[in-house]
């Protein structure tokens, strides 16, 4: 006799092998990049099918776990195998979707909760950080509206300095400030001057008294670096992996030698996959 236990089997061994199939495709296109500059690429996680929309803009980690954010919804991941095991769909508050908000975009792990930048594209009229209980991922009711002045074309991405009890932000095109918030009710308290402007940021994170912000220009994709105190920017390294692919979100964190590991999420070729690539610095 055929058992809904033997039938959820023969499902899951299905879905499994359209899975490797689809990571086999989505990786043969991806094959000869050249080796980033200034770093090395360590190793891939390729997200296929429906798992690719559940990390497709931004990520960020506690040291456990990877939280990942797609245009409507957050997902949670093992850091050590990268599978996703929970997701929350339409995360974006239902008061925000009334001002027109479409978008969830770069997020920032801190104390237990996520932050999450959320706008309202094509329009870029309300910029808005919503915060997320980062065990659940349900939304704690909490969320802080942010000047369009300084966001005119939206919030694509936060990064809290824990240390200094503060979130960063900044435009996507040329930026050249950092706005820095205070996390307890969200008030501007200044903006530091960058040395020179930063071109189409998608992620950025902070770790030991400096931002690291990956970016989608034209060319190499670069992962720059820029001084919290100072505004001073420099490029730490360029990845290289090709105009074809688009640039997401990143985070960092330190592995058991204390060395940095940056991850960073790319749209693959024509799109079929989401890539998490880790990479360290090179001497």
């Known amino acids: 006799m055929f058992t809904m236990g033997g039938f959820y089997v023969v499902i899951k061994k299905i879905w499994i092998l359209i899975t490797i199939i689809a990571t086999v495709i989505a990786g043969s296109a991806e094959k000869n990049l050249p080796a980033p500059d200034g770093a ?25 776990y990877y939280y990942f954010s797609g245009t409507k919804n957050l997902a949670k991941a093992d850091m050590k195998t990268g599978e996703i095991f929970r997701v929350t769909m339409n995360a974006i508050p239902s008061e925000l979707k009334k001002m027109g908000c479409n978008h969830i975009g770069g997020i920032s792990y801190y104390d237990g909760k996520i932050y999450a930048a959320i706008e309202d594209g094509p329009d870029y009229k309300n910029p808005f950080i919503a915060v997320y209980d980062a065990k659940t991922l349900k939304y704690t009711g909490k969320y802080y509206s942010l000047p369009q002045s300084l966001h005119k074309e939206g919030v694509p991405w936060c ?82 992996v090709g ?41």
């Open 40 to 64: 090395q690429a360590v190793s891939k996680q390729v997200y296929v099918l429906n798992e690719k929309d559940y990390c497709s803009q931004g990520v960020t980690n506690d040291g456990e």
């Open 159 to 240: 990064a809290v300095d824990a240390e200094n009890g503060c979130l960063y932000t900044a435009e996507w095109e040329n930026a050249e400030v950092l706005n820095v918030f205070s996390l307890d009710d969200m008030s501007l308290i200044k903006t530091v001057p960058l040395s020179e402007s930063v071109n189409k940021i998608q992620g950025a994170e902070v770790c030991d008294g400096k931002l690291y912000m990956s970016s989608d220009e034209d060319g190499a994709k670069k992962i720059y670096t820029a001084d919290l105190s100072t505004g001073e920017v420099s490029v730490l390294f360029a990845r290289n």
């Open 243 to 283: 105009e074809k692919f688009e640039a997401e979100g990143m985070t960092v964190y330190k592995d058991s030698d204390g060395q940095l590991i940056f991850c960073v999420l790319d749209r693959g070729i024509k799109r079929e996959s989401i890539n998490l690539t880790k990479y360290k610095l090179t001497e």
